[in-house]
């Protein structure tokens, strides 16, 4: 189970959260098991699902890994900010405009797979070398009050959320 108080993370943050509820993983190990199972679903792809678009408007599966990428560096950036205890509130991002500047789609597949791979393990390396004490440092981001602890675990809920999205509405 985990065990984070309510005053960790903003409350647009729960279904990532709540996604691991029912587990008895460290932060480490949500980080590795849920980067595991993204190179299980995403590994052998058919080209054709690369570009493939459930609905109008929606991203493509490339664009998806695009934004997790994204989004990991962005919460990894929040966690090391507030491990060295940084006050400064630190802004939102917008993940469209983050999208549609990457042109994830003209990249190579395998480029962004072993990207993702990469940044996983960079994040492990950094959870890792943060205390217990450390992981109840918080900051603001967005708005919100978060503890370092409670990004590592939205991470990883984070990746699994977007993992379930592409195997109910893309695969």
Do not use: C
């Amino acid at each position: 189970m985990l065990y984070l108080e309510s005053n960790e993370y903003a409350s647009f943050y729960k279904p990532y959260i709540e996604i691991l509820l029912n587990n008895d993983h460290d932060i480490i190990e949500n980080l590795r098991i849920s980067g595991v199972k993204f190179e299980q679903l995403l590994s052998n792809l058919d080209t054709n699902k690369q570009l493939y678009q459930y609905a109008e408007g929606k991203w493509m599966i490339k664009e998806l890994i695009q934004h997790m990428i994204d989004t990991e560096r962005v919460f990894s950036y929040r966690a090391l900010r507030f491990a060295r205890k940084d006050q400064i509130d630190l802004a939102g991002f917008d993940e469209n405009a983050y999208v549609e500047y990457s042109k994830a789609n003209k990249r190579n597949y395998q480029d962004l797979l072993d990207e993702f791979i990469a940044l996983r393990k960079t994040t492990i390396f950094l959870y890792q070398s943060f205390s217990k004490q450390t992981m109840l440092n918080k900051g603001m981001a967005s708005g919100s009050l978060m503890s370092v602890g409670a990004l590592g675990y939205i991470t990883s809920g984070h990746l699994l959320h977007h993992l379930e999205v592409i195997r109910n509405r893309y695969l």
